[in-house]
């Protein structure tokens, strides 16, 4: 007897193997950098510097605009030597070019900072720092740690998940600033004092639980939840529904359900813009794929053009047919090498011709794949071609604004549908249909 069941999750290959065991390397930043005021959901941030003002590391060089934004921060000391329209993530982006004089000179730490921080300014230091999730996402964290007063938050969670192919900068930051993650944690429980934190992580991170669990030795409250490796298990419904067994429902928010969830990254940068006052300035990324010679994880400063880092990761040995800023599931395509690591690189992916799969596309043979395999109950199929025949409405009330965005419907497409790409911009017209 066979049924068709509902899969909702897929099993790509993982890839992490040339990278999982590299331990974290600092890199020196290149002497030209880009600032793009768009790295965070929400509204750009508004340049605050001019052309020929002398920076530091740490100095306000965007500030964030209306409610849904983030600080930008320089990451070097040097001078500003331009202030143009680049092209970035989401099109031309107003960015701010650095010459990096290569001393590092830092701005003071924020005054307010240390050990006994009042609960009611964490946010405000979080906002200064310019801190966004580092997952992906980029929500502004400030506004995360802010919900409203209606919303009686008991839960935290940690999504340690890193379910994208290719990419280990989650799992070696867990396992070699575990300290740091759970002093961040403490820093979050001092505002919300939550029953319980989880950290989830993947099945294949264990080395990086057991750090964790040695860091959090005594702090009772929180777990280290492990969970199945498959695809998506980091979308943030679904590990809050794995963690704690609540289920968020379409069109609410993680708060609703009495949780936080963030990115173990985004709670290193708490620890240190609250604790030691110093801004979101570096990121871990992985640099992966196999048209480089020696795939790394490394600690960037943001602002470095992607360029800038495919030598120190040994050049290329076979020409990549495709760059990704990101994993090959939820990650965006660039062809541009000045495109810079901002605060949302989790990882960057290079593939060859054969690993592309770039084929023609066909006509939709019915399979009911895509729908299968969608952790949100979404008809994929359906929503992209309303938003190919310009019914942005029909693709409303079929759920496209629910789609978490994880690629797993154009991942099992045999017929090499853009679904992901499709109902992504029918979401940027549904959006844009409501301003
Ligand atoms: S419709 Fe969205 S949520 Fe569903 S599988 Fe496709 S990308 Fe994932
Ligand atoms: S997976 Fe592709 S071919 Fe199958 S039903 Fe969905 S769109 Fe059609």
């Known amino acids: 007897m066979h049924f068709k069941t509902k899969r909702k999750a897929v099993h790509p290959e993982y890839n992490k193997e040339r990278t999982r065991d590299k331990a974290v390397e600092r890199i020196d930043a290149p002497t030209i950098m880009v600032y793009p005021m768009s790295m965070h959901i929400g509204a750009p941030a508004k340049p605050v510097v001019e052309v020929g003002d002398k920076v530091n590391v740490g100095t306000l060089i965007g500030e964030a605009q209306g409610f849904i934004s983030g600080n930008v921060l320089s990451s070097v000391s040097g001078e500003v030597i331009s202030i143009e329209d680049r092209v970035g993530l989401n099109g031309l982006t107003t960015s701010i070019i650095i010459k990096n004089d290569g001393e590092y000179v830092e701005e003071p730490p924020f005054p307010e900072a240390g050990e006994s921080v009042a609960p009611e300014l964490i946010p405000e230091l979080i906002k200064r720092a310019g801190i966004v999730g580092m997952g992906g996402a980029t929500f502004p964290t400030n506004v995360k740690m802010a ?50 934190v989880y950290i989830g992580i993947e099945d294949n991170s264990l080395e990086a639980g057991e750090a964790l669990k040695k860091a959090a030795a005594g702090y009772d409250k929180v777990e280290v939840k492990v969970l199945p490796a498959q695809y998506p298990q980091g979308s943030e419904k679904q590990l809050i529904e794995n963690c704690t067994g ?23 940068a708490i620890y240190r813009a609250v604790r030691l006052g110093k801004p979101m300035v570096e990121r871990v990324t992985t640099i992966n794929g196999t048209p480089l010679a020696e795939p790394k994880n490394l600690l960037v400063r943001i602002g470095t053009p992607i360029d800038d880092v495919i ?6 040995v076979e020409a990549p047919k495709k760059v990704i800023h990101g994993g090959p599931m939820m990650g965006k395509t660039i062809d541009d090498g000045a495109i810079p690591i901002t605060k949302g690189t989790t990882h960057v992916t290079f593939l060859t011709a ?42 409303e009330q079929l759920g496209a604004m629910d789609c978490i965005e994880c690629g797993n419907c154009s991942f099992i497409c045999p017929s090499k549908i853009p679904l992901l790409e499709n109902i992504r911009k029918a979401k940027t017209a549904i959006k844009q249909k409501a301003v």
């Open 147 to 196: 919900p409203p007063a209606d919303k009686k938050i008991d839960t935290l969670i940690l999504n340690g998940a890193e379910c994208e192919p290719y990419s280990t900068a989650d799992f070696r930051t867990m396992f070699e600033y575990a300290d740091e993650i759970i002093e961040g944690i403490r820093v979050i429980d001092s505002v919300f004092n939550v029953d319980k």
């Open 246 to 268: 609540r289920q968020v429902p379409p069109g609410s928010l993680p708060a609703d359900v009495g949780c936080i969830v963030s990115n173990v990254g985004t709670f290193q």
């Open 311 to 316: 030598d120190i990761c040994g050049g290329f």
């Open 354 to 395: 054969k690993e592309a799969h770039e084929d023609e596309r066909v006509d939709c043979i019915r399979c009911s794949e895509c729908i299968n395999v969608c952790p949100v109950s979404l008809q994929p199929i359906l929503i992209s071609n309303a938003y190919e025949r310009g019914d942005i409405e029909k693709a």
